[in-house]
């Protein structure tokens, strides 16, 4: 499904996909969830499940591009990554279905409320492990992967969304393995999660390719820039955390204020 977008729009729609990829470079999350948001109200896209199906292609693509330097440079641990990932990829294409089968305004009001969860994690630390990865082929490792990859696939599939909040602790916890193989492993599933979704939601009519490339375009400057940005002010990392939470927050709220009536009798 394509609508016709003025060149303000397909400005704000790159710029938006800048917003995302700037995130995720600087702090390694936030950007993804800020997608939705940013293209309803910023960009002005008014189908929300066009909206949903769209960014999950955006966010699919921008992860994958951000998996090629993790593999190189060692960080992607493939054999409980795809495992964790076809366990996943197989619900998320239940959650779609769910997220489809719903009204938009209360997918978006749930949505919102996801949202401030995020934003609370994005305030926490992340825990280290130092212990190093168990053996991926163990029955209860394969258990593990399975059942918090189907449980972060459902959610990616339902909203939309990359859910790496999820999948990083999720395949720190299945495998003991050290935070920065997580964030590099976790990236497989993000990518394969969204495209699951995305194509569930093209099959229906409900993504806009055009829009997607205009987000993926961004994306990819946005990252870069991130990326460079976060090497020279990593001290500074917590505090940008504070504020990217509070970013989503406060848009959250907005959210829940403007999908409020969905669910009034």
Known sequence: MMVHLTLLQQVLAVGSGMVVGFSLGLIGGGGSILAVPLLLYVVGYANPHVVIGTTALAVS?????????H??????????GVLFAIAGAIAALAGSQ????????????????????????????RAEYEGGSRHASSVREALWLVGVGGAAGLLSGFFGIGGGFLIVPGLML??????LSAIGTSLFSVGTFGLTTALSY????????????????????????????????SRNKKALNWVFA???????????????SAFQL
Do not use: Q
């Open 202 to 233: 093209a099959w229906s009519g409900l993504l806009d390719w055009r829009v997607a490339l205009l987000y993926i375009v961004g994306g990819i400057v946005g990252g870069w820039l991130g990326a460079r940005l976060a090497t020279r002010i």
């Open 71 to 80: 593999a190189r440079a060692g960080n992607v641990r493939w054999r409980p």
């Open 61 to 69: 693509m921008s992860a994958y591009l951000n998996l090629v330097p």
């Open 246 to 260: 509070a970013i989503v927050a406060l848009t959250a709220v907005y959210m829940l204020y403007r999908n409020l």
């Open 98 to 125: 769910l997220g489809k089968a719903m009204d938009g305004h209360k997918l978006l009001f749930l949505f919102a409320i996801l949202m401030l969860v995020v934003a609370y994690l994005m305030t926490r630390p």
């Open 174 to 179: 299945a495998t003991g393995m050290p935070i």
